[in-house]
């Protein structure tokens, strides 16, 4: 009869872990593969759906980094979305500057605007920090109205820049290349948010979020942190927005509204706050749901829409990021019985 000694249970215990990132590696690059293939076999409008779907993505998980990991509540980051978007729209259409460049410009004036905002934001908590950048994205179309900025915002007219075309000759249409592009910027914003929120600078910003008290205790500079955590999650939403200027081809004031952040907002709970890979779930939730909720009855579109989200609500009161992980536990508790009665059969 085979016993097992503590050599060999040690061994097993060291192996689930190594298994599991094994299992995870082969999930992330069969979807990376499966993400490269989609666009080659869909059709021009769902690949631009999907490219937008990877914008608000960016978008919430900027947010996520503010209110899920630092605990910042915010309601006007449709604001910054309007900024990333005018700095890359004014770049190309006035500048000449390439799409590629205006990414990066539109997260540095993003990361300042959201710095600067961050400062005066230190001594607002709660509802009140709300209101502030509830604020901030009222006044936002209106600022991009303002008459001495007509020259470089376009005003109530707005800016129409050109899709850019697929670099080397590659044989692929506008809309696939902008997909790709995308995926591109994607999965290097969500390496740095993984990188971040795992780095000292991260369990500050938790730490700061879990007991602010007890951090400056520890140490840990509140008005350098928060205000941080604020630009960097205004750079997220800036990027995004200049992406959402190159892909649309297109920025107004009166696409900016505060229903923007609203929707935003409804992503971040959707996808699950604090949890990174919610914000793909979100960004379909409020790209693809409106569509569903139209195609049921165009003139209740939105009364249909907020009964799904109520009813989401209720089924996932903690989002995607709640009901994922009871169904592993379920699956676990399932995987331990068979276990069990495998190893009695024995």
Not at 15 to 44: G, Q
Request: aromatic residues 14%; glycine residues 10%.
């Amino acid at each position: 009869m085979k016993t097992d000694t503590p050599t060999t249970m040690l061994a097993a215990q060291n192996d689930k872990p190594s298994n599991a990132r094994m299992w995870r590696l082969l999930i992330a690059l069969s979807l990376l593969a499966f993400l490269i293939v989609l666009p080659l076999m869909s059709k021009n409008f769902f690949v631009f759906q999907l490219t937008l779907a990877m914008v608000y993505a960016i978008a919430i998980l900027g947010l996520n980094l503010l209110t899920g990991f630092n605990g910042q509540f915010s309601l006007g980051h449709g604001a910054f979305y309007a900024v990333g978007a005018y700095t890359a729209a004014i770049l190309m259409d006035q500048g000449g500057v390439s799409y590629v460049w205006t990414i990066p410009a539109a997260g540095i004036v993003c990361f300042i605007a959201g710095f600067l905002f961050g400062l005066p934001a230190l001594r607002l908590e709660g509802t009140y920090l709300a209101l502030a950048t509830f604020a901030l994205a009222v006044a936002m179309p209106q600022i991009l109205k303002f008459s001495p900025f007509e020259h470089w915002t376009g005003g109530v007219q707005g800016i129409v820049i050109m899709k850019p075309d697929a670099p080397f000759g590659l044989k692929i249409s506008q809309d696939q290349w902008l997909y790709y592009f995308t995926l591109v910027v994607l999965m290097l914003m969500f390496a740095w948010a993984y990188n971040l929120v795992g780095s000292r600078t991260g369990r500050a910003m938790k730490a700061i979020r879990d007991n602010p008290t007890a951090a400056k205790a520890m140490g840990i500079n509140l008005s350098l942190f928060k205000s941080l955590t604020f630009g960097v999650s205004a750079l997220y939403v800036g990027v995004a927005g200049a992406l959402s200027a190159i892909v649309v081809q297109f920025v107004a004031p009166d696409s900016f509204t505060f229903a923007l952040s609203v929707v935003l907002f409804v992503g971040l709970v959707v996808g699950g706050v604090g949890w990174i890979p919610g914000a793909f779930f979100g960004a379909l939730f409020i790209l693809f749901v409106p569509h569903f909720a139209e195609g049921i009855s165009k003139g209740l579109a939105g009364a249909v829409y907020g009964i799904m989200l109520i009813l989401l609500i209720f089924v996932m009161p903690s989002g995607a990021a709640g009901l994922l992980k009871l169904l592993f536990d379920r699956f676990a508790i399932v995987r331990r019985l068979i276990e069990g009665l495998s190893g009695r059969k024995r």
